[in-house]
């Protein structure tokens, strides 16, 4: 009975993936044994790129020296397509919260766009009154401090300059009535 180590030795490299050996013969008593690393987690494309290990010899040749020759190349393609997974994932990762930010930066803007415009209108309409005389009704209009406590200082003048107008007394001494 023939004892080889052959497979034991395959399970030594420890790689991540399926090994696909074509062994073709050459000419001249040569062999030729093709050693490919394919691993089906990585969805990386770029890992199709990754050529074959190609080794010629004869029988003898290769028996003293294929594991010493396909160990590195294989253990870091192994290493590479692994790698390549990860940074995979993690791009993938990067792109959904990118977009997250992006979805919760465009609700912000939205939402911070309605709020000024509701601002504006209200001031505008306070302007509007205020031409026509109507002091109260423009004071009314002018948005409220807790609404919008990051215009405070415009919005307390705004209806400061309004109830001076509409609580002035009028050249006749009287309150004026609008």
Known sequence: MMSTNFF?????????????LTIAKGAENNLIVSVMLQNEQCGD????????????GTAEELD???FENITTP??????????????MKQLEEAKKKSAMEKEKGDKQKIEKDAKDKKFKDGMAKADELEK???????????PEITDYPEK???IRKRKTELSDKFSAPSL???EQNV
Do not use: C
């Open 172 to 174: 006749f001494g009287a």
């Open 45 to 56: 494309t770029a890992k199709n790129i990754i050529p074959p290990l190609t080794l010629r």
């Open 152 to 154: 405070a200082d415009e």
């Open 74 to 87: 294989i253990q870091t393609a192994s290493g590479l397509m692994i790698d390549m997974e990860a940074f």
């Open 8 to 20: 034991n030795q395959i399970a030594q490299l420890g790689v991540a993936g399926d090994l696909h």
């Open 64 to 66: 003293n020296g294929f």
């Open 132 to 142: 026509e005389g109507k002091y109260r009704e423009a004071w009314m209009k002018v």
